[in-house]
């Protein structure tokens, strides 16, 4: 019913801009005003929520540790999943953000008849999700000769390596199968999987869509109805230097490139602000030094808490009687 | 023959347990009222407590009962606090931002592993709060309510927090394996802090933390009763060792003082780990002290909320101070490591009047509790194994075949793993780990942590302790593991259920009392019971040998 929900959403969104790209008037709409509103709400909404983020205290120290502590100078720490440097943390996260650390541990439970519980593990998610973002990289790097005149060395190079094996005319490129690929096994699974299609709310199905319709169209421009490449470019470029064109590019563009939009407007305000978060999760960023360091929280508000000598009028006849030493006779 | 009750194990039928279905109902979540079965949930505080700690709506009720008794405007009481904790907590609000419900934390908790209940997958768990939060919290889910995974907050709501933040031991397990760290445990902090608002907590949390405030421990021991019980463990020491020890009590000048958890004082089997500490005092001649006002090391406190667990804290830095201590050694403890080790500074630090921790026996300075000064019991005993200054014989537990439960706590908010192991294998022969998935920071939890284990829960704690009970007996029939060691004293009072029921002939002991057990004291006589008071193997035989001739 959710992912019912959401492609319908999607599809929606499509017409939309199949039926604008087809009314002159709209071209205005399509060309000018949906990305500009797009890229306000994008960065606006990364901005507000990042920075909502930072101006709240994070009042304890609370990293999960995920293997030895720095104790005795003679058992070894596990340096990155218990870092105790910055260093460590550094390091830590950069195996979470560019390796995925904590998907890659992932173990999937059975339960075997006689209450056996077995636990194997589950590398799939971590592979499709790697695989996925990685792509997405390299096609948003790929997009950049859009933008750019002219197209930087580094671009030319990631596009070369992408369509390293030159099958077909204009060779296809690597990644958005690969794309197309993880997007299709993630939504699968999403379906398939009983426990998660129970969990998957219409905000989880409706980025996937709206990415696989993406990364659809935009095979579908480059291999088969194909699209002028120079009236593309001049409407990015003119997004870009504050002078939109509108000068259309066709159905199959206007689409792309609407979607792209909506990715970009809805980003902050969706479960795509993981992004961010990941970089900022207190369980993660921080260094196991808690007994080494005081850690400062900006709240630590007094709490009255019952002292000694409270503690000694309550108990004085009962402590003396059994030769406990008191503060007061 | 007698009826078994919901509270009794031997109400649960092992087969029917293990009949677990993983595989969500059709209907969605959102509207499943939480089933309040006996055997699932926690009798709520009495208002006696409530009272004495000055928290709010003490009354009589109980979750079963339809009208809840709650303040007229409880919507609005827990849309303040929740506004409240989300300025204060920069994990909560990333926790509430940042889930894709990827669902890799699903199959990682114990409860849905055990129990098959989705809502207790940790993502659902965190989803009962989430669902508010963008209902109520964002301009997304104001506008598009139920369609982008918004609830409007009912009060069903408030009857499954309450269920399933009760069905949450904080373990962090799921959060070993959410790709942004997202922390169940803090989720489940938060939404029982939002819950204590309204008056809705359990007993078996608050009535400690009742005790603690007033006698100084959980269990209420006032301090002559303290010191009856430290002299009867003194008395069996010297059944067992011939060597009699006087304990140190609200010692001033002391140069350790020395916390452990209540719950050592009282029951079997944490009172033989508490033997074994002090046993090892004396034979080393620490100058050290108990503290009858300090006397709980544990914290319910953090089951409850930030406030009430900085004030239940607060004692062990006051006594510190009042006695004149240098530094303070912990015992073992799992949630109370939790505690000291990522809390107690920041709480009621700065310790500017102690030194840093430093063995008088070794010499060794402990530089990674610099500020805290206070270090865990397993990092002062393996320094003084590693450097040769006690005299054991591991021959005396080669009747033990032992195998190690890492603790929640000390395993993920802390990484005390080798520690414990180091001491293990330096005083017993035999020593089999579990499977690796359920170990060091995939260890599963004895499924009674964070207040949960209390008898009434019998159906949770089994359910929750199936994982880990299940572990054990896979080493039991492997190796014919007969003692699970913890350094935990939940662990040492629930695990014994879970083990007599998962894997009956397993006893579950404190890494101490294996210590102990193994320690050739000086002038000590020949050893022919271990601290339980049981007969060792071989001496059982020499006593018929010598009957005979």
Redesign the interface.
Known sequence: MTAILALGAILILILLAGFGSQVAGLQVVFGVAVPYAAIALFLGGLVFKVMSWARTPVPFRIPTTCGQQKTLDWIPSARFDNPHTTLGVIGRMALEVLFFRSLFRNTKVDIRPGGRIIHTPAKWLWAAALAFHYSFLVIFIRHLRFFTEPVPGFVKAIQSVDSFFEIGVPSIFLTSFLLLGALGFLLLRRLVSPQLRYISLANDYFPLFLLIAIGTTGVLMRHFQKTDIETIKAVAMGILSFSPVTAGGGALFTIHFFLVCVLFAVFPYSKLMHMAGVFMSPTRNMANTNRAKRHINPWNHPVAFRTYEEYEDDFRDKMKAAGIPVEKE | MAEHKPDQMEFYK?EE??Q?D???PKE??QDQPADFRPGSWIYPTKPKHLESLGMPNPREWSPADEDWQLPENWQEIIHKKFKEL??????F???M????????C???CHFF?GGGD?KN?P??RA?LVRSIYRNDF???GKILGR???GRKLTMDVIKEWFYYFYQCTEC?RC?????????TA?ITMMAREMLHELGLGVNWIMEPVANC????NHLGI???GL??TLEFFCEDIEDVTGIHIDPP????GAEVLFVTPSGDFLADPGTFTCMGYMMLFEEIGLDYTWS??ASEGGNFGLFTS??VM???N??IY??AK?LGVKYIIGGECGHMWRV????M???N??ADFLDVPKSPITG?V???????K?IHIT?FT??LI?HGKLKLDPKMNDHVRVTFHDSCNP?????????PR?IINSVCNNFHEM?E??I???TFCCGGGAGLGTDENMEMRLRGG??RG??VRHVQEKYDVNQLACVCAIDRATLVTVCDYWAPGVQVTGVHELVANAMVMKGQKERTMNLRLEPLPGAEEKEANDGES
């Open positions: 092992q347990l293990q677990i993983l595989n969500p969605g979540w989300l300025g204060k907590y920069r994990s609000r990333i926790f931002d940042t889930c894709v419900r990827c669902g890799a699903a199959d990682k592993i989705p997958m993502v659902l989803e964002t301009t997304v369609a982008c995974g962090r959060s070993v394996f959410c790709p942004y760290g997202i922390d803090e405030h007033r006698t100084g006032q301090p002559h010191k009856d009590i609200n010692k001033k009858t006002y930030a406030d900085k004030k239940l607060a004692k006051a006594e009042r000291l080790n990522q809390y500074d920041t709480m630090g700065p060794t402990f530089e990674n509790s610099r500020s805290t206070m990092e393996a320094d590693k395993a993920r908010a802390m990484g005390l793993l080798e520690e180091y499977p998935n359920t060091r920071e995939q199936m994982p299940t572990a």
